[in-house]
């Protein structure tokens, strides 16, 4: 059974910063990627890898501000948040999949099968 679990939102100002941890178990997953959902809008991809490539792949909004990294010994994937904005806010959730997406596949929450509970980031200005 495929469990994952998220740890590190919490509140921060404008310009302060997070890190993010989430740990996987249960399968092999060769796509991991971090999403976030705002009150009242989609769920939308921010940063995703696959085991396949080393590059990373991020939303516009996030690019030089994130940073996505995993540990593959450990089934850790982790979100380094710099620079947060109040745009930022939002619950943030840790997906992965058993297939090796790249590019923009990456960032689509239709692609991923499995999913954590999320944790919230607030940001105030």
């Known amino acids: 059974q495929v469990h994952l679990m998220e740890s590190g939102g919490g509140s921060v100002q404008a310009g302060g910063s997070l890190r993010l941890s989430c740990v996987a178990s249960g399968f092999n997953h060769k796509a991991m990627a971090w999403f976030r959902q705002a009150p009242g809008k989609g769920r939308e991809g921010v940063a995703g890898?696959?085991?396949?490539?080393?590059?990373?792949f991020y939303a516009d909004s996030v690019k030089g501000r994130f940073t996505i990294s995993r540990d593959n010994t450990k089934n850790t994937l982790d979100l380094q948040m710099n620079n947060l904005q109040s745009g930022d806010t939002a619950m943030y959730y840790c997906a992965a999949d058993r297939e090796a997406y790249g590019g923009y596949a990456l960032l689509r929450p239709e692609n991923y099968r499995s999913w954590g509970q999320g944790t919230q980031v607030t940001v105030s200005s």
């Open positions: 890898l696959n085991t396949l490539s080393p590059t990373a």
